[in-house]
Every structure is written in structure tokens, then in C-alpha cells.
């Protein structure tokens, strides 16, 4: 398992995932003579539910016009004469970089209003803003400085109060790209430190001693509900491992999600979880708490080549192909096109972001759109049949 990872809005790397194989244990029921008392039958397995059923049998479905015109009404509008990349959004906010004038920064969109600068990057061709997180006080971005993924990068953690941006760490040598996390006042990010591995780290985003917690062959950490999680290289494949975000320490994985192996481009927000399994036919596979097991969402399909970017934003599951993004609704088992060609999706918390380019984005001419809008007041998609 490699330890760099596929976070960046325009950096996807492709990952091998092997095949999941699921056991089947056949009951057996003892007889006996006439005057022995039978063996009760073995329970029923559980029965998905109608969601999980439905789910199963996803397909795809044009884009609705309501969702067309939120999304065009949700339109960013970066300053004059500045270029805008989304970076990442979350509840009420939106991280861009801007470049114009010579100058590039990292900025923050707060519910609509207009971009706050954050930091301004060292380098305003190379360096980029490649993910970030915000709890409402802080904000941590991670910058990646230079073009290619194995470019150093740095954390930077700015402050409300002050306004001011510190540098919290920096990574010269191979590792995971970095996807920090900020919750409850603490950061969380993977760092490689050599042979291979990597440490996932904990710090106090107002200041403080980074703390190791685990270290490993891993991916970038995420947050999935009360839990901090990553892929972790198990022998011949891989795992998912877990620790409290409260203790710090090991903590268990729902069953179902326990018992996964070789899979990738996980996320969760502690009550759906949503991963890529198969290789070379991938599956969008999908299962949240009180499902019986894990349902094949999206299979044999454009929206399952190339999956990436997977991100859980309550009844929507999103992702990225090489080709374009799509949407999953959990509650009508329909998935759908979200941006045209080359676009990517963001976000959580109920906010959703998507980015793209109107013309080609290699020219002069192209127009970058970002377009923001709240999840949980898009309509549902149409259902399958």
C-alpha cells in the first residue's frame, strides 16, 4: 500500500484494491431418533432493508432543473481580476485559492459573503491550496509547494481572533498528501517519517505541542463521527483502524466496517460509510448503521470507473471519475451527473460544493465556476423505474 494519497481537487491518484470475497456458512441441522428433541432451525439472516434494497439497485437519472438553478443561484464570485480553485467546504464555508495580481492566497468564504484572506502562499505559481478545515474559530490549510505530488508541503493554522496564519508543521520526504481535520479545537493530519511510514499527529489548533498518536503504513486520517480514521497496511493488504477523537486511543469499528480489507477511497460521517471496492470492476459500495450488511450502490457503470474523491454530506454520497462527478441520494437509490466534463465535487456538513471549467481550462479564455449550495435543501432525486 502506498502511502501517498488522492485529495487535491486536481491531483487523482489511481489506487489497486483487490477483489472483496464474502464467506458463506452453510447451517447444518442435527436429527435424530423419534424420541430426540430437534435442533431449533437456525435463525433467518437479516433482510436488507427497503433502503438498502433500493440502494442495490441504484441507477442513474438526469439532473433535475431544481438542482440546475440552485446550483447556478449557489455561484461564487471570486474578486475582480482574481482566478478562484476550490480547495474544500464544509458548514458554512468555503476554502478557495485565489491567484491575481501577481499573488496567490488561501481564502475563506463564509455563507455567502465575500473571500477573507487567510494567508498568502510563498510562491504564487507553485505552491498550491490543497485541502482545509474550519471549525468556526480556526482554520488549517495545507499547502502543497510545488507541482508534483511528492513536493514538500506545510500546515498552516489561522486564527479569527488574531488574523493572523502560523505555521503548525512541514513534510519533506514521502508520505500521505495531507488532509488535516479540525475538530473540538484539535488537528489531525498523517505525516511520513521514513521506511515507509507515516504518524497520525494531534495538536491544539490555539497552540501546543503535536502529540503522535499512531504510526504506521497509512493514508491521511478523516473524521467519522466520534472517531479518527485511516487506511493502515494489514500483512498482505489493508484495514481500516480507528482511535477516539476524545481518548485518543483504539477504538472499535462498526462490524461491518471492521471487516473490510483492501479497500479505498473511504469516508464516513460516522453514520454512513461509503468506499470503492473492486479491482479491475470497481463498486461504489455504501452501508450505514441498522443496514445488515453493505450495498453494491453504483456497479458496471461510467459513475463506477476511476471512482475517487468519495465524500459522505447527509443523504448524498459524492465522488469523482476521470471523466466527471456524480451524486448518490441515499433515500431515492438514484445517482446523477453534478458538473460537466473534468468538474469535481466538495464538501460536508451539509454544504456541497462543485467546481469546473466553462471552455477549455488550459486557455486564456476559460472561466472557472464554483457553485455552493446546502445539501439538505436540494430536492430528492427521481427513483429508479
Given at each position: 500500500?502506498?502511502?501517498?494519497?488522492?485529495h487535491?481537487p486536481?491531483?487523482?491518484?489511481a489506487?489497486?484494491?483487490?477483489?472483496?470475497?464474502?464467506?458463506?456458512?452453510?447451517?447444518?441441522?442435527l436429527?435424530?431418533?423419534s424420541?430426540?428433541?430437534?435442533?431449533?432451525?437456525?435463525a433467518?439472516?437479516?433482510r436488507?432493508?427497503?433502503a438498502?434494497?433500493?440502494?442495490?439497485?441504484?441507477?442513474e437519472?438526469?439532473?433535475?432543473?431544481p438542482?440546475?438553478t440552485?446550483?447556478?443561484?449557489?455561484?461564487?464570485r471570486?474578486p475582480?481580476?482574481?482566478?478562484?480553485?476550490?480547495?474544500?467546504?464544509?458548514?458554512?464555508?468555503?476554502a478557495?485559492?485565489?491567484?491575481?495580481?501577481?499573488?496567490?492566497?488561501?481564502a475563506?468564504?463564509?455563507?455567502g459573503?465575500p473571500?477573507?484572506m487567510?494567508?498568502?502562499?510563498a510562491d504564487?505559481?507553485?505552491?498550491?491550496?490543497?485541502?482545509?478545515d474550519?471549525?468556526?474559530?480556526h482554520?488549517?490549510l495545507?499547502?502543497?509547494?510545488?507541482?508534483t505530488l511528492?513536493?514538500p508541503?506545510?500546515?498552516y493554522?489561522?486564527d479569527?481572533g488574531?488574523?493572523?496564519?502560523?505555521r503548525l508543521?512541514?513534510?519533506?520526504g514521502p508520505?500521505?498528501?495531507?488532509?488535516p481535520?479540525?475538530r473540538d479545537a484539535?488537528?489531525?493530519?498523517?505525516?511520513?517519517v521514513?521506511?515507509?511510514?507515516?504518524?497520525?499527529?494531534?495538536?491544539?489548533?490555539?497552540?501546543?505541542?503535536?502529540?503522535?498518536?499512531?504510526?504506521?503504513?497509512?493514508?491521511?486520517?478523516?473524521?467519522?463521527g466520534?472517531?479518527?480514521?485511516?487506511?493502515?497496511?494489514?500483512?498482505?493488504?489493508t484495514?481500516?483502524?480507528?482511535?477516539?477523537?476524545a481518548?485518543?486511543?483504539?477504538?472499535p469499528?462498526p462490524?461491518p466496517?471492521?471487516?473490510?480489507?483492501?479497500?479505498?477511497?473511504?469516508?464516513s460521517?460516522?453514520?454512513?460509510?461509503?468506499?470503492?471496492?473492486?479491482e479491475?470492476e470497481?463498486?461504489?459500495?455504501v452501508?450505514?448503521?441498522?443496514?445488515?450488511r453493505?450495498?453494491?450502490?453504483?456497479t458496471?457503470?461510467?459513475?463506477?470507473?476511476?471512482?475517487?474523491?468519495?465524500?459522505?454530506?447527509?443523504?448524498?454520497?459524492?465522488w469523482?471519475t476521470?471523466?466527471?462527478?456524480?451524486?448518490?441520494?441515499?433515500r431515492?437509490?438514484?445517482?446523477a451527473?453534478?458538473?460537466?466534463?473534468?468538474?469535481?465535487a466538495q464538501g460536508?456538513g451539509?454544504?456541497?460544493a462543485?467546481?469546473y471549467?466553462e471552455?477549455?481550462a488550459?486557455?486564456a479564455?476559460?472561466?472557472?465556476?464554483?457553485?455552493?449550495?446546502?445539501?439538505?435543501?436540494?430536492?430528492?432525486?427521481?427513483?429508479?423505474g
Amino acid at each position: 500500500m502506498g502511502t501517498s494519497g488522492s485529495h487535491g481537487p486536481a491531483l487523482p491518484i489511481a489506487r489497486s484494491a483487490a477483489r472483496l470475497t464474502a464467506l458463506l456458512l452453510a447451517g447444518i441441522v442435527l436429527t435424530g431418533c423419534s424420541s430426540a428433541r430437534r435442533a431449533p432451525d437456525p435463525a433467518p439472516a437479516p433482510r436488507p432493508s427497503p433502503a438498502a434494497r433500493a440502494l442495490a439497485d441504484a441507477c442513474e437519472v438526469p439532473l433535475p432543473g431544481p438542482w440546475r438553478t440552485a446550483l447556478d443561484a449557489g455561484a461564487l464570485r471570486p474578486p475582480d481580476g482574481a482566478r478562484a480553485v476550490l480547495a474544500d467546504a464544509g458548514p458554512g464555508w468555503t476554502a478557495v485559492q485565489l491567484t491575481g495580481d501577481g499573488r496567490r492566497s488561501a481564502a475563506l468564504v463564509s455563507r455567502g459573503g465575500p473571500p477573507r484572506m487567510l494567508l498568502t502562499l510563498a510562491d504564487p505559481v507553485e505552491h498550491q491550496l490543497l485541502a482545509a478545515d474550519f471549525d468556526g474559530r480556526h482554520a488549517v490549510l495545507a499547502v502543497l509547494e510545488g507541482r508534483t505530488l511528492d513536493s514538500p508541503w506545510s500546515l498552516y493554522v489561522w486564527d479569527s481572533g488574531s488574523g493572523r496564519a502560523r505555521r503548525l508543521a512541514r513534510a519533506t520526504g514521502p508520505g500521505p498528501l495531507p488532509r488535516p481535520v479540525l475538530r473540538d479545537a484539535t488537528v489531525y493530519w498523517a505525516q511520513g517519517v521514513g521506511n515507509g511510514r507515516a504518524t497520525v499527529y494531534a495538536a491544539p489548533a490555539a497552540g501546543g505541542t503535536p502529540r503522535a498518536v499512531h504510526t504506521g503504513v497509512m493514508d491521511a486520517p478523516f473524521a467519522a463521527g466520534g472517531l479518527l480514521v485511516w487506511r493502515e497496511s494489514a500483512g498482505a493488504g489493508t484495514r481500516l483502524t480507528a482511535v477516539s477523537r476524545a481518548t485518543l486511543r483504539p477504538a472499535p469499528l462498526p462490524g461491518p466496517i471492521a471487516a473490510l480489507r483492501d479497500v479505498r477511497a473511504v469516508a464516513s460521517d460516522g453514520t454512513t460509510w461509503a468506499w470503492v471496492a473492486g479491482e479491475p470492476e470497481q463498486r461504489l459500495m455504501v452501508w450505514r448503521t441498522g443496514d445488515a450488511r453493505p450495498a453494491a450502490a453504483v456497479t458496471r457503470s461510467p459513475g463506477a470507473d476511476g471512482v475517487d474523491q468519495v465524500r459522505v454530506n447527509g443523504r448524498l454520497v459524492t465522488w469523482r471519475t476521470p471523466e466527471t462527478s456524480y451524486a448518490l441520494d441515499l433515500r431515492s437509490g438514484s445517482y446523477a451527473r453534478i458538473t460537466p466534463p473534468y468538474g469535481y465535487a466538495q464538501g460536508g456538513g451539509g454544504t456541497l460544493a462543485v467546481a469546473y471549467s466553462e471552455g477549455n481550462a488550459k486557455t486564456a479564455g476559460a472561466r472557472a465556476v464554483i457553485q455552493v449550495v446546502r445539501a439538505d435543501r436540494l430536492p430528492g432525486l427521481p427513483g429508479c423505474g
